[in-house]
């Protein structure tokens, strides 16, 4: 099955517009997209991307070109393609099948479709496509030399398959890049996940009791931004050490059995399922507000919600109201990723960081993928380090160097104080 697209002038306008005005603010992925432009990297290669479709994803998307890479890509989730972003790159000639609102049937359709045309590299965001290209009989034959995948929830299931021995090709964690979650998940989600909750419920955050579930950096950007708004922020965590930094960080720690009593705003932000759960929902207060920063819709148990309650309807765009037991429960965005649902997604100066390393990931694929085995990397250092040095560029910021005498000093174990 292959969507079919009807073009809109108007949206593929307003799509061209946001791609512009991301191009501007994204100078790293500018400064590797001229590189590439000129040396050509990716000369006769095919890549397969599966990421949220919208303005920052478009800029990727032209600077794999520029490389010399022959496009095709989808959504990675179902409400998260921007339809005037995928109208405009379609304009441009790049094979795009994302649609915001897809089916289970349609969305899975889609990755197929990229699957089909048998990409040499697979760009991903939570592991589907390259889940696909495992499972699926016909795909299961398609020689990859390698993939980068951008997102927690991802590298966790890849990471299952490696310890599993069942990976085919090699993967680089571009999730695990120092520029890429120190910033993205904290600063990005941080953001992003306020910024899409205040869209769709347009009320206060100050003063409010917000529940985080999960500490990990996504967790810690969500706390750190919610804070600063003014909230009374409470964690709730299973890792012991991340709920006791959680504490000495200055915020309340408890079970979610607890959290559940006080809560206004719940953020879930896990990349585990369950985590808000019917005995949670039956403890909330009435007008407790549900959102979710995982990437996958599972860390709220919809469908127990859907079975518990008495009535449903939409009370405001991406705000669904459940009554359960006299009162009310208001579910964002259909418990999915609420950022890019209800909002623009992260900042673009951030995403120019993530998508920089991206790039830098799928060159490295294309030039050493015969050296690679079939487990999941890292990508490199100095790679990583890389774009840390151009963004400060693009800043206008200047740091200090090693001096000689400094250099000797950190490498010669007979030195003295």
């Not at 500018?30 to 290669?45: C, D, H, N, T, V």
């Amino acid at each position: 099955m292959r969507l079919k697209f009807q073009f809109m002038e108007g949206d593929i306008s307003e799509g061209l517009k946001k791609i512009a005005w991301a191009e501007k603010h994204m100078k790293v992925l500018s400064k590797i997209r001229a590189e590439f432009k000129k040396e050509k990297p990716l000369e006769g290669l095919k890549i397969g991307m599966a990421l949220h479709v919208e303005a920052k994803t478009a800029v990727l998307v032209l600077t794999l070109v520029d490389g010399g890479a022959d496009v095709s890509i989808t959504g990675c989730n179902p409400m998260s393609s921007q339809d005037d972003v995928a109208e405009a790159l379609r304009s441009m000639g790049i094979k795009c099948f994302a649609k915001r609102g897809m089916n289970e049937k349609e969305y899975y359709s889609a990755l197929k479709n990229v699957a089909l045309t048998k990409p040499d590299i697979v760009v991903d965001d939570g592991a589907d496509l390259i889940f696909l290209l495992h499972t699926d009989q016909e795909l299961s034959k398609i020689k990859v030399l390698g993939a980068s995948e951008e997102t927690t929830t991802g590298i966790i299931r890849l990471k299952a398959m490696e310890k599993e021995g069942v990976l085919r090709f090699p993967v680089i964690a571009v999730n695990d890049a120092y520029t890429k979650y120190l910033f993205d998940n904290r600063y990005g989600t941080g953001q992003s996940a306020i910024d899409g909750i205040m869209r769709a419920t347009n009320l206060l955050i100050a003063g409010k009791t917000v529940v985080v579930a999960g500490y990990g950096w996504c967790g810690r950007g969500i706390a750190m931004r919610a804070r600063g708004m003014g909230a009374n922020v409470v964690v709730t965590e299973v890792d012991e050490i991340r709920a006791l930094e959680a504490l000495m960080d200055g915020y309340k720690v408890m079970k979610m059995d607890e959290a559940a009593k006080i809560g206004d705003i719940f953020i879930t932000a896990t990349g585990n399922r369950d985590v808000i759960r019917e005995e949670h929902f039956r403890l909330m207060k009435d007008g407790a507000i549900l959102a979710n920063a995982g990437h996958f819709n599972v860390e709220i148990d919809v469908s127990k919600l859907e079975e518990i309650s008495k009535s449903k309807r939409e009370v405001r765009k991406s705000v669904t109201e459940y009554e359960i037991d006299n009162k009310k429960i208001y579910l964002i965005a259909e418990g999915r990723l609420v950022n890019l649902v209800a909002g623009d997604g992260h900042p673009v100066e951030v995403m120019d960081m993530s998508f920089s390393d991206q790039a830098m990931a799928v060159r490295y694929i294309a030039e050493n993928h015969e050296k690679l085995e079939k487990r999941v990397y890292k990508l490199p250092e100095e790679l990583d380090r890389m774009v840390a040095k151009l963004k400060l560029e693009s800043l206008g910021v200047e740091i200090d160097s090693l001096t000689e005498n400094q250099k000797r000093y950190l490498s010669d174990w007979r030195v003295g104080t």
